[in-house]
């Protein structure tokens, strides 16, 4: 979506290793901040969220880190296994609606 | 709960035909919203809701006209089909703005009507 951007576009790794995904947006007044993952076929579920009177946030494997200075937020997945493989959203909000990113696609090799 | 239910699943429209794709909810939800899915594109906000009787324009509007009669349903009607419409379309819903102006609750989807014009 507009004035949102994600990195990378595509993201490959070996089972357990770690990855990152970050999320650029520009709306100042934003204070929520999701993560969306969409599986091959399927819709787009949340996976985890963080509101900015926070710096981080975390499930089990699933980390979320805000910077609302520099204005982005990124996505930290521990131990990849293969499950986690699918195309994972960022979706800021603009005003009263969410833009979401173009999506990564994670691929976890075994 | 169903949660969030859309219908048809398929559908194949010529050129130049109208339809309406069905969005239900029935969480009390008073945000609604449809977005297109499009390879390498994201999801992309055609049309939204705030609550009944209230709609707005998302990033790609043109071509969709949307209603909001009761809080359960938001119809998207495609008014004159073109082939580059053809894509997935997913609508969603939420809690309304709780204690701020700017959007902050999760969206649940439904599971996505499959859309091919000819």
């Not at chain 2, 709780?98 to 000819?118: C, E």
């Amino acid at each position: 979506g507009e004035n949102v951007e994600q990195h990378p576009s595509t993201l490959s790794v070996q089972e357990g290793d770690s990855a990152v995904i970050k999320c650029t947006y520009s709306d100042s007044a934003s204070n929520y901040f999701p993560w969306y993952k969409q599986e091959l076929g399927k819709r787009p579920q949340l996976i985890i969220d963080i509101r900015s009177n926070v710096g981080e946030k975390k499930d089990q494997r699933i980390a979320v880190t805000l910077n609302k200075t520099a204005k982005h937020f990124s996505l930290h997945i521990t131990e990849t296994q293969p499950e986690d493989s699918a195309v994972y959203f960022c979706a800021p909000p603009r005003g009263t609606a969410l833009i979401f990113g173009k999506g990564t696609t994670l691929s976890v090799s075994s | 709960n169903a949660g969030v239910t859309q219908t048809p699943k398929f559908q194949v429209l010529k050129t130049g035909q109208s339809m309406t794709l069905q969005c239900a909810q029935d969480m009390n939800h008073e945000y609604m919203s449809w977005y297109r899915q499009d390879p390498g594109m994201g999801l992309r906000l055609i049309h939204y809701s705030v609550g009944a009787g209230i709609t707005d324009q998302g990033e790609v509007p043109n071509g969709y006209n949307v209603s909001r009669s009761t809080t359960e349903d938001f119809p998207l009607r495609l008014l004159s089909a073109a082939p580059s419409q053809t894509s997935v379309y997913f609508c969603a819903s939420s809690y309304s703005n709780r204690g701020g102006s700017s959007y902050n609750s999760p969206l649940h989807f439904g599971n996505g009507t499959r859309l091919t014009v000819t």
